[in-house]
Nanobody, 117 residues
Framework: QLQASGGGLVQSGGSLRLSCVLT????????IAWFRQAPGKEREKISC????????TYSDSVKGRFTISGDKSKKAVYLQMNDLNHGDTAIYYC????????????WGQGTQVTVSS
C-alpha cells in the first residue's frame, strides 16, 4: 500500500512537502512516481525516483521547482514543491512502478493541493 499525505491550501509562491509512505514493500522493490490530476484535465506524471541508482525524472511543468527524494529508513518518498502557482492545484497521487515505467503497479489515495492566487 501507499499512503500519500501533506496536501493543503497554500498561497501562490509558497511551498508544500508531500509524503508517500510505503507499506508491505520498499523502494528496493519498486520505483515511486508522483502524479497529479486537476479538475477537467488528464492525469499527469510529474516525477519519479528509483532509489537503487538514484535516477530521478521530472515533467517540464515542475522541473526546477519540485524535488523528489526518498528515506529508506522511513519507507517514504517525498515531493518538495516550491514556488507553487495556481496551475499546481490538483489532487496528487503516488504510485509504485518498475523503474519509472508508464505502467503503475500500485496506487495510493490522493492528497489535495490547492494554491490560492
Amino acid at each position: 500500500q501507499l499512503q500519500a499525505s501533506g496536501g493543503g491550501l497554500v498561497q501562490s509562491g509558497g511551498s508544500l512537502r508531500l509524503s508517500c509512505v510505503l507499506t508491505g514493500f520498499t523502494t528496493d522493490d519498486y520505483s515511486i512516481a508522483w502524479f497529479r490530476q486537476a479538475p477537467g484535465k488528464e492525469r499527469e506524471k510529474i516525477s519519479c525516483i528509483n532509489e537503487i541508482d538514484g535516477y530521478t525524472t521530472y515533467s517540464d511543468s515542475v522541473k526546477g521547482r519540485f524535488t523528489i527524494s526518498g528515506d529508506k529508513s522511513k519507507k517514504a518518498v517525498y515531493l518538495q514543491m516550491n514556488d507553487l502557482n495556481h496551475g499546481d492545484t490538483a489532487i496528487y497521487y503516488c504510485a509504485a512502478n518498475n523503474y519509472c515505467s508508464d505502467r503503475q503497479e500500485w496506487w495510493g489515495q490522493g492528497t489535495q493541493v490547492t494554491v490560492s492566487s
